[in-house]
């Protein structure tokens, strides 16, 4: 079961810090096809941005450092937040086609949530 927690946090991790990067750094390609990119400020992506990259970063490190592993589910959580609202806004402005990848985020970080917090905890 541990083995799957972590599969599923370096996953997650990877996703998060991808998709942070570009929020922050490659806005102007994602605003071609995603209204909401468009609609909204700059400086509201890049302040999601920088939180996914956080939260992704805070996945894997304190846990496999060893030091206050308790960040790990909570990165998670703040993930499964923010990857919400992130539909939501996609949701507001009509835009269908990176929901799923926001939702399967979601999924993925409450389930690590779960696991980290009830059945295997670091």
């Not at 909401?36 to 996914?52: D, T, V, Y």
């Not at 956080?54 to 450092?65: D, E, Q, T």
């Amino acid at each position: 079961m541990n083995i799957l927690f972590w599969v599923l946090q370096a996953i997650l991790a990877w996703l998060c810090i991808a998709g942070g990067y570009f929020q922050m750094f490659k806005l102007d390609q994602l605003q071609q096809g995603v209204a909401a990119m468009r609609e909204l400020p700059h400086g509201l992506w890049m302040a999601l941005g920088a939180i996914g990259l956080l939260a992704g970063i805070g996945l894997i490190l304190p846990a496999a450092l060893g030091r206050l592993p308790v960040v790990t589910p909570v990165a998670a959580a703040v993930i499964a937040v923010h990857s919400l609202l992130i539909c939501a806004l996609y949701i507001y402005y009509g835009d269908r086609a990176p929901l799923p990848y926001s939702l399967a985020m979601a999924v993925i970080a409450a389930v690590i949530v779960y696991g980290r917090f009830v059945l295997k905890p670091l």
